[in-house]
Every structure is written in structure tokens, then in C-alpha cells.
């Protein structure tokens, strides 16, 4: 259809009213699994989602979240906050991060495209550096596009190569850097062979150097800068394996906090600073910690530390990591091209729309959410609304997090009736579970239902209407599990604990008094995934949607 043709009208729906105030309440992180002590949703208190399971049957129901249901390769891989939202907001599913590399990667475009062609000007006089987390995880980045990128790059010219790796433990077990070290020494090893000078030149654990996200720690940046740049560490080693092996001796150390290192030569001389005339290259393919280490290669008026030296170089991200940031201007694979999401159709139907989270997820409700797209589609129609998270603690310490803060500001915005729709993430499930801390996690989990609490209580109050739904999973399952479902023990005997999201599928709920009582879920989508949603709340809020967008997960029965 031509942009001529097309209209942003939406069809009214011939059963469901106008005008009535919805709320869509995101749990982030809180999938449906076996009850077990494990299981921190079960054991928390949450008499509020506990009501919507067992109230009625017929208007709760449970979506794939995970795997080809948001656009990723495989049912192996689990879903994440960021594909999760784009589902959620776009109705439709589109090919994601890894997957749109792996096609890149697979069919040799990524050495075609323009982003490649900039950073392959370098090769000749210069080094190509790599950054990234160092994992198979498949959350932010896979070990096997990094091995392809080896190759393919050392075959398109480049004569000098450098790897800073970030060491994973959150989507991975802790521990598993040192084999994932040693499979890269390998690989770079045979690139020597083939007279490639190839080497890994520093370090360290993701959530200590390199991957903050949402400007929420500078100095976490800045460790990364001043060993990747500067070649300037509290610890310096002869290899990776060496440091990695050392710096776990600490009876604390963990993977994804390890400190970071350089690789010295023999007179203890970093033996791989990105210098002037240099080609970086950031491998994750996922978004949200890549765009502060972007800035800081990108930007030649930065204010957030003191970079010391600003080397002139050729920087491509995998991917661009802000669509309206244009950040970074070059990248090695094109973003899905999300259009006509949700959000605007309904901002263009006279739908106004109030957002809501803390900074650790207001991204999410928002460009994820709109597909990839920060700002408004229409400032006179819509507000957004950050709560500033905690800093400078890990999340474990006050796992409430901003829950209750997210309620008020949604509670408020409801009972001012000047929004239809009060669209909120609550972030507790995921960033809590993400610590490993069992204990915080349930505390995490008893705050967010809480928080749904007075949310639907608002909804009571005004006549409205609530959709409560979830991302992806995390606390409900924080143990690892062997192939029978029993917990894995390490070899000190304890149970091995899960810190990443889950392959489980996520709750969905639908009520209020504004809900027309014929309203029920279908029976025929047994498979139905997070991509649905946008269907549902468009019909909730009485339009017909689009016809390219996944079918709605609602119909309407005559009483």
C-alpha cells in the first residue's frame, strides 16, 4: 500500500465502547512456572495477582514470551525487556538482534554494507578493536557471531586485532569465563597462524566495566574507557586466562563484577589501546548497554568523564543502538524497521497516553514500546513520566525499587481523567531477580503487587478498564535445572543459582468495571505470544485493529 493510501483511522469495534480509561501494567520479569520455594512470585505475598489468576478463569489467561513468539531465532532463546516491549507495542512480530545478525552473518551482507565498508578504511594502517560481553547467553551478544566476525574481518583485510571482552555470569553461569576465554585464545591463536596478530587486550566483569545502561553509572564507562583506550587497569596479566583464572581466586568475585585488566607485553607495556587511525567495533547486538559506550566513541563534545585522550577512529556499532539518537551514524546491520506501532495509531485516534517507570525501565514503556523510537508521536496528546532509580547500589539492596512511587503516578493520572490510556512498567520481578538474591526477589515481587494493587483500585474508582501482563520471565524460576527439572548443585553441593530470564510464559489478565460483561478470552490461540496484546488493548479501547497485526486475544459473547 502506498503511504498515499494509507490511513491512520482505525475502525470502531462493533461490540466494545469508547472513551473508557485503560490500564496496561507491564510485570517485568514475572513468568508462570511450577510452584517452588525457587519460585520467589509463589512464595512472595501477592494477593492482588493471585485474585486475577483464580477471580476469573475466563479473563486470564497465559502468552509465549520467549523464542520465534518475539522475533528471535529459536525457541532456545530466552525473551528479553527489549523484544518483549517491541511485541508488546508493534502487534506484530519482527526478526530481532541476533536474528537479523545471523542473517547478516550468514548470507556475508554484513560485509557489503556501508558500516563495514567505514571501519574496513582502517585495516590498513590501523587495529580493529572489538568490545563486547564474551557469552553465549544470546541476551546481548553470542560467542559464535564473534568467532565469524573473526574470520570474516581477519579475511576482509584486517592485519591487527584486538578483543576487549566483558565477562558475562547474569545470562550465563558464574564461572563459565574462563572456558569462554579460553575458546577465544584459540581461535586467535590460529589467526597468529595465519599471520593475523590477533590477541584479547583487556577486561572485565559486564556490570563493573563497560555495559551500564541508562546513564545510571558513569563510572562503570569510564573502567572500560580508561583500560580499553588508555590501556590503564588496577590489574595487569601476560593473557585473559591468566586474569581471569586470578581474579576469581577471590572467594567474592563473581563474573559479572570482576575489575578491570589490560594485557602487558613483556615490559609491561597494554598491548592494545584503541589508539588514532583505529577501527572499533561494539559486537552486542542488543541495544540498552551499548548506548553509553557509543557516546563515549562517538561524541567529540562529551561531558560525562574525563576520556583523557579522544582518539580519532572508526567506530560501527552491530546494530544502531538509538534509532533517534541515530547512535551510533554506523553499523554493521539495519534495525527491524518498525512502523505504525500501537501507540501511534492510537495517539492518531484520539487516544491520550500517559507513560510511566523508573529509569532502569522507562525505556521500555516507551521507545521499545514504540518501536524503537524515542520522543512523542504528538507532545499535545501524550506525557511521559521517568522516576529516577536507584543509584549506586545493586538492586537486591532496595528491592521495593520505585514500585510504589510508579503506582501513584499511574493512580494519579488515572483519577485525573485525562488520559484513556496509563501505560506502566514495574521493574522489580527482573532487575531483583537479576542479583540471584532469593530473599530481595520475593520482597521485589510482594512491592509490584502491591503496586498492581493500587492501580486496579484506580481503575475501580473511574469505571476503567485494566490489562496486566509481564515481559518475559525471571523470578519465577531462580535455579538452574538439570534435564529432569530437579535443582543443580555445584560441585560443593549447593544449588546453582539463575540470575537470567526464563523460557516460561507470562501471565495476562483483563478486567474492571469498564469491561463490557461479554468480554472474554478466545479459545482457538492456544500458541498466542506478547505480539497479541496490541490487538486486545486496541479492541479494549474500541477499535477494530489493524489487519496486519496479530489477532486479538479477546471476543465478545452475548450474555
Not at 27 to 51: F, Q, R
Not at 297 to 320: C, S, T
Amino acid at each position: 500500500m502506498g503511504t498515499s493510501e494509507f490511513s491512520w483511522k482505525l475502525a470502531d469495534h462493533p461490540k466494545l465502547p469508547k472513551g473508557k480509561t485503560v490500564a496496561v501494567v507491564v510485570l517485568d520479569g514475572w513468568g508462570e512456572a511450577n510452584p517452588d520455594k525457587y519460585n520467589c512470585i509463589h512464595v512472595a505475598e501477592t494477593p492482588t495477582m493471585d485474585s486475577l489468576k483464580k477471580g476469573a478463569p475466563e479473563r486470564w489467561r497465559l502468552l509465549k514470551a520467549h523464542g520465534t513468539a518475539v522475533g528471535l531465532p529459536t525457541d532456545d532463546d530466552m525473551g528479553n525487556s527489549e523484544v518483549g516491549h517491541n511485541a508488546l507495542g508493534a502487534g506484530r512480530i519482527y526478526a530481532q538482534g541476533a536474528k537479523l545478525v545471523d542473517l547478516a552473518l550468514a548470507s556475508g551482507k554484513i560485509y557489503e554494507g556501508e558500516g563495514f565498508k567505514y571501519i574496513q578504511e582502517c585495516f590498513d594502517q590501523g587495529t580493529l578493536h572489538l568490545i563486547g560481553l564474551l557469552s553465549d547467553g544470546g541476551v546481548h551478544s553470542r560467542l559464535d557471531q564473534l568467532q565469524l566476525l573473526l574470520k570474516g574481518a581477519s579475511e576482509h583485510g584486517a592485519k591487527r586485532i584486538r578483543v576487549h571482552i566483558l565477562t558475562d555470569g547474569r545470562d550465563v553461569l558464574d564461572g563459565t569465563s574462563v572456558g569462554f576465554v579460553e575458546t577465544l585464545e584459540n581461535d586467535l591463536s590460529k589467526l597468529w597462524e595465519e599471520g593475523i596478530d590477533a590477541q584479547i587486550a583487556s577486561g572485565g566483569g559486564r556490570m563493573y566495566v563497560t555495559m551500564d545502561r541508562y546513564e545510571n553509572d558513569w563510572e562503570v564507562v569510564k573502567r572500560g574507557w580508561d583500560a580499553q583506550v588508555l590501556g590503564e587497569a588496577p590489574y595487569k596479566f601476560r593473557s585473559a586466562l591468566e586474569a581471569v583464572k586470578k581474579l576469581r581466586e577471590d572467594p567474592k568475585a563473581n563474573d559479572q563484577y570482576l575489575p578491570p585488566f589490560v594485557i602487558v607485553d613483556e615490559s609491561g607495556k597494554a598491548v592494545g589501546p584503541i589508539v588514532d587511525g583505529d577501527a572499533v567495533m561494539t559486537f552486542n547486538f542488543r541495544a540498552d548497554r551499548m548506548v553509553m559506550i557509543a557516546k563515549a566513541l562517538e561524541y567529540e563534545n562529551f561531558d560525562k568523564f574525563d576520556r583523557v585522550q579522544f582518539p580519532k577512529i572508526h567506530y560501527a556499532g552491530m546494530l544502531q543502538y538509538d534509532g533517534e539518537l541515530k547512535l551510533p551514524s554506523h553499523y554493521l546491520v539495519s534495525p527491524p524497521e518498525i512502523e505504525r506501532t500501537s501507540g501511534e495509531y492510537l495517539v492518531h485516534n484520539g487516544i491520550r497516553t500517559f507513560a510511566c517507570s523508573e529509569t532502569v525501565k522507562f525505556g521500555h514503556v516507551t521507545f521499545f514500546w514504540n518501536g524503537n523510537r524515542s520522543g512523542y508521536f504528538d507532545p499535545n496528546m501524550e506525557e511521559y513520566v521517568e522516576i529516577p532509580s536507584d543509584t549506586g547500589i545493586s538492586f537486591n539492596v532496595q528491592p521495593k525499587m520505585k514500585a510504589l512511587e510508579i503506582a501513584e503516578k499511574a493512580t494519579d493520572a488515572i483519577l485525573s481523567h485525562k488520559f484513556h490510556q496509563v501505560r506502566v512498567n514495574l521493574p522489580n520481578g527482573d532487575m531483583v531477580g537479576h542479583t540471584g538474591d532469593i530473599e530481595a526477589t520475593i520482597v521485589g515481587c510482594k512491592a509490584a503487587d502491591e503496586a498492581v494493587k493500587m492501580i486496579l483500585d484506580a481503575v475501580e474508582q473511574v469505571g476503567g478498564i485494566y490489562v496486566v501482563t509481564a515481559d518475559h520471565g525471571n523470578a519465577e524460576d531462580m535455579v538452574k535445572r538439570n534435564k529432569s527439572g530437579q535443582p543443580q548443585l555445584n560441585k560443593n553441593g549447593n544449588i546453582q543459582i539463575l540470575t537470567s530470564h526464563t523460557l516460561q510464559p507470562v501471565p495476562i489478565a483483563i478486567g474492571g468495571p469498564g469491561l463490557a460483561p461479554g468480554v472474554r478470552f478466545r479459545q482457538d490461540l492456544p500458541t498466542a505470544g506478547l505480539a497479541n496484546v496490541a490487538a486486545t488493548v486496541m479492541n479494549l479501547h474500541g477499535f477494530e485493529a489493524p489487519s496486519e497485526y496479530e489477532s486479538t486475544l479477546v471476543e465478545v459473547v452475548d450474555s
